[in-house]
C-alpha cells in the first residue's frame, strides 16, 4: 500500500497555480463549477451549520440555541442506531455490488455481439428512478397481493418489510439490485483500458482464465475498485429516496438510515435543529470516508499502467 | 427583538431553498399537478402580489368536489380569481410548512387543524378569524356543527373554518366472515378477543391492517384509550399533564393492545401493509379478513372497488365496542370532525378578502353539501340531516344516516391524535406506536418514551 506509483515525469497537474503564469487562462474554467458548488454546496452547509446551533420549527422565528442541539442529539439513542444501520447498509451493499459488478463488468468488456445485447438488458435497473423502483418492490412484497401469494410460492411469502432483518435485507437487496448496472459499467471501461498485451503475455505464460482474472485484471483495476467504492460508500450515506418511500424507515426504525432521521426530525417533527445536526454529521461522515478511501488508494490518481 | 429573526428571510432562501429541494425530492413522483382545466399554470410561489391561491389534496371523490367549488368562484368572480396547486397527501404534508416557513405559502391553507394549527397561530402565519365569523359570518358559523371548531380554537380564538366532511373512525366487518364462523358482531373488546381464534381456525384474519402507515394503528389506541379510561386520558395528554401517558388506563389500553397483536388478531405481514395503496381495504373486501377499523372516508372506495362488497349489502359497520368494565361513554367517537381553511397572515388584503369571499360563498354552500352527500360523505353543516332524506341508493342512505348519527350523539368528538398534538408529539408518538405493534417495546416503555415529550 505504501509502495505509491512513482509520479511520471513531467506531471505536475497536482500542484497547479504555483504562481506560474499558465494558470490564467486555465483558472476561469473553473469558475462556473465554484460558482455552483458555492451556492449550492458551501452555502446552505454554512446555513447548516448556523442552524444547527438554533432552535427553529421552520415557521416561526429562529431563536439561537447554543449547544444544546448537538448535545441532545449526542446523547440520543436514535442516533447510534440510525449510524449502525446507515454502516450496515454501507457495509453489505458494498460486499454485495463490487464482486458483482466486476465480474460483470469484466464479462462485459468483451466485444461479442450477445455480450452488448446483455449489456443492455443490465442496464435497465439504472433507468428507473428510485422512487418508482421502491413502489414496484412494495407491490411485489406485499404478503397478500404480492409475487407469492400470485404465484402461491410460500418462500416468496414473507412479511418483507415488516421484519426488521427482511427489511434491512430487502433494502440491500434493491440497492445493489440498483446500481450494479452503474458499478459494472465503470469497470467494463476500467477493463477495456487494460492492454491486451498483458493478456496476451500472461498467455504465453501458461496463465489461465481465472489466474488471468486476479492477477492482472483486478490488480489493474485498483484505482477504478476505489472509485466505484467511494461512490457506494459517500452514496449510501445519502440514500434516502429508495428507503423513504420502501419503508419510510420501518418497521419500527429498522432501516432509518441518518439520511432519513435527519429527514423525520426535520420535517415530520419541525425540529431544524436537531435535523441541521444530523446534516453536519452527514457530511463530517462523508467527508472521512471519501478521505480515508483516498488514503487507501495511495495520494495520486496516476495510472499504474505502465511499470506497475 | 431578537437579532437573528431579521435574517430569517435571507436564511430561508438559502436553507429553505436546499431544504425544499429535498422535501421534493423526497416526494418522488408524487409532486404537484397543476388543476385540470385551471386557467393558470399553478405557480409555487403565491405569497406576492400574484392573486390569491389555494392549495388542496388530490384523490376523489374530494378533489372533484374541491375542483367544482373553485370553478364556480372563477366563473362568478372572473376578475379576483383563485388559483390552485393540487398535491398527494404526504407530499402537502411536507410542502405547506417549508412554503408558509419560507413565506412562500398560499393564501388558503388547508389543514387538518388542532396542532399544525397551533404552530402555524404561534408563528404568526393565520389570520385571526373570530371576529369575522361572529359578526359578518354568523349564519355561517351557526350553519356548522359546534364540534368542529374545536380543533379550529386556539387560546379561545377562531382561526381557521370548518369545512368539507366530518370523518369518524368506524369499525367495518364483512356479514359474509360472521355467517361463516356463525358469531354475531362484537359487543365489547371481550367478544372481540374471543373471535379472534374463531376466525383464526377459519383461515380468515380477524382484523386487515395498514401497519406501514402507522396512523392506522394509532386508531386502535385512541379507541381503547377512551373505552377504558374515558375521554380524560387523552385530554390530559393534550394540555401536557406531566406522566400523562403513565395513566393506569392508558397502560392498560397499551396492554390490551399488544394481547390482541400476540393473539394474531391483526393479518399477517400488517406490518408491511400501507393504508395509501387501500390494500388494507382490498383485505375486508377481498373476504381475507374479517373486520378492520378505519375511516368513514373508505366507504367511497370500498363502494367502488370492492365489488359487490356494498353493493350486495355484505359490509357492517359500528361505533368501536365498549370495554367491559370501563369508563368511556360507548356513543364517544374519534377522527377528524372536519377540514379547516385558513388565511394567511402574509398575504395582501386584495388576497384575504378573496379569499374570504371564497370561503363564506363556495365552501358549504348548497353544491358542495349535495356533492359532499352524493359521495357518501357527511359535511360538516347540521343541514346535511335534510339532504339525506334525498339518497335512493338503500345502501348510501343507511351509511349516511349512521355516520351522521355517530358524529351527531358522539358525546366527545375526539380529534384524532396526529393531528391534535404538537408536530414534534406526533412523530414520536407514531413512531413509537409503531414500535409497540412490533412488540419490540413494551406498555412501561412506551409511556416512558412519550411523557418525555410531552407538552413540548
Same mark, same amino acid.
Not at chain 1, 429562529?62 to 436514535?78: E, P, R, T
Not at chain 1, 446483455?118 to 397481493?145: M, Q
Given at each position: 500500500?505504501?509502495?505509491?506509483? /512513482? $509520479? ?14 499558465? #494558470? ?10 465554484? %460558482? ?14 448556523? *442552524? ?6 421552520? &415557521? ?5 440555541? +447554543? ?17 449502525? $444501520? ?9 460486499? %454485495? ?52 401469494? +400470485? ?131 452527514? $457530511? ?25 | ?13 438559502? $436553507? ?5 429541494? !429535498? ?37 376523489? /371523490? ?27 397527501? @404526504? ?48 349564519? &355561517? ?66 382484523? #386487515? ?14 379507541? *381503547? ?17 406531566? @406522566? ?31 393504508? @395509501? ?11 381475507? !379478513?374479517?373486520?378492520? *377499523?378505519?375511516? !368513514? ?144 417495546? #413494551? /406498555? ?13
Amino acid at each position: 500500500m505504501s509502495v505509491a506509483p /512513482p $509520479v511520471p515525469p513531467g506531471s505536475l497537474r497536482n500542484k497547479p497555480a504555483s504562481g506560474v503564469g499558465r #494558470s490564467g487562462p486555465v483558472a476561469w474554467m473553473v469558475l462556473p463549477a465554484l %460558482v455552483l458548488f458555492t451556492v449550492f454546496g458551501v452555502v446552505p452547509l454554512i446555513g447548516v451549520l448556523v *442552524l444547527s446551533f438554533t432552535q427553529w420549527d421552520g &415557521l416561526g422565528a429562529i431563536h439561537a440555541a +447554543g449547544l444544546s442541539n448537538w448535545k441532545s442529539v449526542l446523547s440520543d439513542s436514535q442516533l447510534p442506531h440510525s449510524i449502525l $444501520v446507515t454502516f450496515e447498509i454501507m457495509i453489505l451493499s458494498w460486499l %454485495v455490488q463490487t464482486p458483482m459488478s466486476l465480474l460483470l463488468g469484466t464479462f462485459l468488456a468483451g466485444r461479442q455481439r450477445y455480450r452488448a445485447f446483455l449489456a443492455v438488458l443490465y442496464f435497465i435497473p439504472l433507468l428507473l428512478s428510485s422512487a418508482a423502483i421502491a413502489i414496484t418492490y412494495k407491490a411485489l412484497l406485499d404478503p397478500n397481493f404480492g409475487l407469492g401469494p +400470485g404465484l402461491q410460492l410460500g418462500f416468496l411469502t414473507q412479511d418483507w418489510l415488516g421484519k426488521s432483518n427482511l427489511a434491512l435485507g430487502v433494502v440491500i437487496f434493491i440497492v445493489s439490485w440498483q446500481f450494479i448496472p452503474f458499478h459494472s459499467l465503470i469497470y467494463q471501461g476500467g477493463v477495456r483500458a487494460i492492454p491486451t498485451t498483458m493478456y496476451e503475455a500472461a498467455a504465453i505464460d501458461g496463465a489461465g482464465r481465472i489466474r488471468q482474472f486476479f492477477s492482472i485484471t483486478v490488480p489493474q483495476l485498483k484505482y477504478t475498485i476505489i472509485t466505484s467504492s467511494t461512490l457506494m460508500v459517500v452514496g449510501s450515506l445519502t440514500f434516502f429516496d429508495l428507503i423513504f418511500v420502501l419503508t419510510a424507515g420501518g418497521p419500527g426504525d429498522a432501516t432509518r438510515v441518518l439520511a432519513l432521521d435527519m429527514y423525520k426530525r426535520g420535517f415530520m417533527s419541525n425540529q431544524m435543529g436537531p435535523a441541521s445536526v444530523i446534516a453536519a454529521l452527514i $457530511v463530517l461522515l462523508g467527508l472521512a470516508l471519501a478521505l480515508l478511501l483516498r488514503r487507501l488508494g495511495g495520494s495520486t490518481t496516476a495510472s499504474q499502467q505502465e511499470g506497475a | 427583538m431578537d437579532p437573528m429573526t431579521t435574517s430569517r428571510r435571507t436564511f430561508l432562501g438559502f $436553507v429553505g431553498g436546499g431544504a425544499l429541494a !429535498a422535501g421534493l425530492a423526497a416526494c418522488g413522483s408524487s409532486g404537484p399537478s397543476s388543476t385540470p382545466g385551471s386557467t393558470t399554470g399553478a405557480s409555487g410561489a403565491g405569497g406576492a402580489g400574484s392573486g390569491a391561491t389555494y392549495w388542496f389534496l388530490t384523490g376523489q /371523490p374530494q378533489q372533484g368536489i374541491r375542483e367544482a367549488q373553485v370553478k364556480r368562484f372563477n366563473d362568478a368572480n372572473p376578475d379576483t380569481k383563485l388559483k390552485t396547486t393540487e398535491f398527494q397527501n @404526504d407530499a402537502f404534508k411536507a410542502k405547506i410548512k417549508t412554503a408558509i416557513g419560507a413565506g412562500q405559502g398560499p393564501t388558503l391553507i388547508w389543514g387538518w387543524g388542532g396542532g399544525g394549527l397551533k404552530a402555524y397561530v404561534e408563528a404568526g402565519q393565520v389570520e385571526d378569524l373570530t371576529d369575522w365569523l361572529n359578526k359578518d359570518q354568523a349564519d &355561517l358559523k351557526n350553519s356548522i356543527f359546534p364540534s368542529a371548531f374545536t380543533a379550529a380554537t386556539v387560546n379561545g380564538k377562531i382561526y381557521a373554518v370548518p369545512g368539507e366532511t366530518v370523518t369518524p373512525i368506524v369499525l367495518f366487518y364483512d356479514k359474509r366472515a360472521f355467517e361463516k364462523i356463525g358469531a354475531e358482531p362484537p359487543k365489547s373488546w371481550q367478544d372481540i378477543m374471543s373471535l379472534v381464534p374463531k376466525f383464526n381456525e377459519k383461515g380468515i384474519a380477524p382484523f #386487515s391492517l395498514g401497519g406501514q402507515s402507522r396512523w392506522t394503528n394509532m386508531m386502535w389506541l385512541e379507541f *381503547l384509550f377512551d373505552r377504558i379510561g374515558g375521554a380524560e386520558v387523552f385530554q390530559n395528554i393534550f394540555d401536557g399533564k406531566k @406522566d400523562g401517558w403513565s395513566d393506569p388506563s392508558a397502560l392498560k389500553a397499551l396492554e390490551e393492545m399488544q394481547n390482541l397483536i400476540k393473539a394474531n388478531g391483526f393479518i399477517k405481514g400488517f406490518s408491511s401493509i400501507t393504508a @395509501d395503496s387501500n390494500a388494507d381495504q382490498a383485505l375486508l373486501y377481498t373476504g381475507k !379478513a374479517a373486520m378492520m *377499523l378505519h375511516g !368513514a372516508w373508505t366507504y367511497g372506495n370500498m363502494k367502488a372497488s370492492g365489488g359487490d362488497f356494498v353493493t350486495g349489502g355484505h359490509m357492517g359497520y359500528m361505533n368501536f365496542p365498549p370495554y367491559d368494565g370501563g369508563k368511556g361513554d360507548p356513543s364517544d367517537t374519534v377522527g377528524n370532525p372536519g377540514q379547516y381553511m385558513s388565511i394567511s397572515s402574509k398575504a395582501t388584503d386584495g388576497e384575504k378578502e378573496t379569499a374570504k369571499k371564497f370561503i363564506a360563498n363556495n365552501t358549504l354552500d348548497d353544491a358542495t353539501v349535495e356533492a359532499w352527500v352524493k359521495s357518501g360523505n357527511i359535511p360538516v353543516v347540521k343541514s346535511a340531516k335534510d339532504k339525506l332524506s334525498s339518497i335512493t341508493d338503500k345502501n348510501d342512505s343507511a351509511w349516511l344516516n349512521f355516520v351522521y348519527d355517530t358524529a351527531a350523539n358522539a358525546k366527545n368528538f375526539a380529534q384524532s391524535w396526529d393531528q391534535a398534538l404538537s408536530p414534534t408529539q406526533a412523530e414520536t408518538l407514531l413512531d413509537n406506536i409503531a414500535k409497540l405493534f412490533q412488540l419490540s417495546i #413494551s /406498555p412501561q416503555q412506551f409511556a416512558t418514551n412519550m411523557n418525555a415529550v410531552i407538552g413540548q
